[in-house]
């Protein structure tokens, strides 16, 4: 029997997955995408000049034009009903909605497949699915398997780079249909031999590995006393450091790792190692392109992954440059990453001076307010996803919910 899956996106990573996924035998892939006319154009362009997942050096993977192997569609409950897994390729600000129009709709024990989940996933699309009396599993992908960019609409992806390894998280509601390690298996068949898929089993830990703490500590140490001129150029955004980066990047980190010490003493059963400091988590996933190992600033200045890599920018009418505040830097990594990272802490009742100095910052570029009075504020689902806005209050409820 064909295996239905339904992609949820329209972006660079959904376009990678879809021209994988569907060249699997025995892989039904149907992509809706609900975004504007994203569906129209890539049927027309798929139709008419094939599909192409580039990777250079006569790897590319070609679907000839007239002949696609997956379909691209913008109804959403017609795609679901019949689903064996459902999997979300797109930033994490769209889950809410998409998680709300699909959960009514699938299968009892369909899976939700977050590709990248990023943290909170799993409780966010548990809730959805308990909501609706369902009682598929919920597997979260920490981050996007490949570094992609669209080339053409609907027609063309570049693929940069394809990580070794990536984590997930696994939530298990039921022992029918996918789920489990077959589930898992699955979805490793659809992405090829890489990135191999490993386990996390602690959702907590799952959160932290995440590391929000890197591109929000970089954006306020660079952009918090600028006075509002335009620049030249977009300045270097690892290896532009400074020593004032290093105080928040490590600041930020330091404090993570210290509410995780403080977890594995509270639950002992649960595994909180190898949350290491920031200069070894970037010796560790970079040991050949950083040429001076020595300290955290060295090793951001002196990685070669990194040349290239600017400041997010906006362009000004005479040529200049802007920092982008609305990228996903800041409008993922802090509603999707740095409050679940606060809130844990503050059910952990444990001080972050410095993340709530990013977070205060931050919420200025976003016009949002998260923290006030040194509190986290309640935060509406659809504009970040911290665990008290789907009901968990304490770490014991965070545990228990993500069962
Ligand atoms: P993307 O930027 O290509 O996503 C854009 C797509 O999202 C649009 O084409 C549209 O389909 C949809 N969209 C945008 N706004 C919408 C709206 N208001 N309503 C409905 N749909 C809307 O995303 P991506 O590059 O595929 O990345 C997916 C996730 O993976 C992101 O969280 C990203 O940060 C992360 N990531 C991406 C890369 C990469 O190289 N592309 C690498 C690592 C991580």
Request: hydrophobic fraction near 40%.
């Amino acid at each position: 029997k064909k295996c239905n899956i339904t992609i949820f996106g329209g972006g660079n990573g959904a376009h990678v997955l879809s021209g994988l996924s569907s060249d699997v035998i025995n892989a039904n892939v149907t992509v809706v995408d609900t975004f504007q006319d994203e569906a129209e154009r890539w049927t027309k362009a798929m139709a008419e000049n094939g599909f192409t997942v580039k990777y250079g050096g006569g790897n590319d993977l070609v679907q000839a034009a007239g002949k696609p192997k997956f379909t691209v569609t913008k109804e959403v409950q017609k795609n679901v009903v019949n689903a064996d897994v459902v999997i979300l390729c797109m930033p994490a600000f769209l889950h809410e909605m998409v998680l709300t129009s699909v959960a009514p709709h699938v299968p009892e024990t369909c899976p939700i497949v977050g590709l990248p989940g990023q943290p909170g996933f799993e409780y966010q699309a548990l809730y959805h699915l308990r909501e609706n009396g369902k009682k598929g599993s919920v597997v979260s992908i920490e981050t996007l398997p490949w570094a992609c960019r669209i080339s053409k609409y609907g027609q063309e992806v570049d693929v940069i780079g394809t990580k070794e390894c990536i984590y997930y998280s696994l939530v298990d509601q039921q022992t029918s249909g996918y789920f489990g390690a077959g589930l898992v298996q699955l979805v490793q068949t659809l992405l090829g031999a890489k990135p191999v898929l490993k386990r996390e089993e602690n959702i907590i830990k799952y959160t932290f590995l995440y590391r929000p703490t890197v591109h929000p500590p970089l954006m306020y140490a660079k952009w918090k006393n600028w006075d509002g001129k335009p620049l030249d150029a977009a300045p270097l955004f690892y290896q532009g450091a400074d020593d004032e980066a290093v105080k928040y990047l490590d600041g930020a980190t330091n404090e993570m790792i210290k509410i995780a010490d403080f977890l594995q003493t509270k639950y002992p059963d649960m595994d909180f190692s190898g949350i290491s400091s920031m200069q070894d988590c970037f010796i560790g996933e970079y040991p050949e392109q950083i040429k001076d190992k020595s300290t955290l600033l060295t090793c951001l200045k002196t990685n070669q992954a990194y040349d290239g890599l600017v400041h997010p920018m906006k362009k000004t009418e005479d040529g200049k440059f802007i920092p982008d505040f609305k990228y996903r830097y800041l409008m993922e990594d802090v509603p999707y990453g740095l409050l679940i990272i606060k809130q844990i802490a503050e059910m952990a009742d444990f001080p972050t001076p410095i993340i709530d100095e990013i977070i205060l910052w931050a919420q200025t570029k976003l016009d949002a307010e998260y923290l006030k009075d040194g509190k986290l504020c309640f935060v509406d689902r659809k504009r970040g996803r911290i665990p008290m806005a789907f009901g968990i209050k304490t770490l014991d409820e965070f545990v228990n919910f993500c069962k």
